[in-house]
T-cell receptor
């Protein structure tokens, strides 16, 4: 069965610094991978998704993620953090073996310091 | 409708009572998920409806939990004989087709079991 591991339940960066949120997945077949974001007191929304096209995926708000099959990773990055990026970020995986059921990671809360 | 709606937004109940949570998906979306979000626990998959197929109930934590989707649209999650550990935010998401599509989340129902 597919699974997702997000390293670090909390990440803190300074404003303007690089954001790196780690996600590793387990899947025996080509996966579909997603990053969702939950801003304070708001619902979850899609940041970006990988569906077997380009391995570098660009999303909203300057975020991007790179699918690395050899490392089974799909880390989320942003070159320069903004205060408004403070939120909880969830990595998710879906594949055919799970009937395309989507499984979410435990989430990483990003704090941005002024 | 503009998006996924859930009702009630908040529900406080006494231990042992039954509760029903409602999800109205985006019109035309064939797939629907229920998740549970507990503090620090990420999103826990509960159940997945896809069109007319039998739902994937593999995430339901006990037989006290059940869900149905009437007419391929509105879904109801029922929790019987609620326990304090059922306290969480219950999220519903709908999507146009398969799980490779973007999920559109509702605002959630916060359930508190006293």
């Amino acid at each position: 069965a597919q699974s997702v591991t997000q390293l670090g339940s909390h990440v803190s960066v300074s404003e303007g610094a690089l954001v790196l949120l780690r996600c590793n997945y387990s899947s025996s077949v080509p996966p579909y991978l997603f990053w969702y974001v939950q801003y304070p007191n708001q619902g979850l929304q899609l940041l970006l998704k990988y569906t077997s096209a380009a391995t570098l995926v660009k999303g909203i708000n300057g975020f991007e993620a790179e699918f690395k099959k050899s490392e089974t990773s799909f880390h989320l990055t942003k070159p320069s953090a903004h205060m408004s990026d403070a939120a909880e970020y969830f990595c998710a995986v879906s594949d055919q073996t799970g009937g395309f059921k989507t499984i979410f990671g435990a989430g990483t809360r990003l704090f941005v310091k002024a | 409708g503009a998006g996924v709606s859930q009702s009630p937004s908040n529900k406080v109940t006494e231990k042992g009572k039954d509760v029903e949570l409602r999800c109205d998906p985006i019109s035309g979306h064939t797939a629907l998920y229920w998740y549970r979000q507990s503090l620090g626990q990420g999103l826990e998959f509960l159940i997945y409806f896809q069109g007319n197929s039998a739902p994937d109930k593999s995430g339901l934590p006990s037989d006290r939990f059940s869900a149905e989707r009437t007419g391929g649209s509105v879904s109801t999650l029922t929790i019987q004989r609620t326990q304090q550990e059922d306290s969480a935010v219950y999220l519903c998401a709908s999507l146009p087709g398969t799980s490779t599509d973007t999920q559109y989340f509702g605002p959630g129902t916060r359930l508190t079991v006293l």
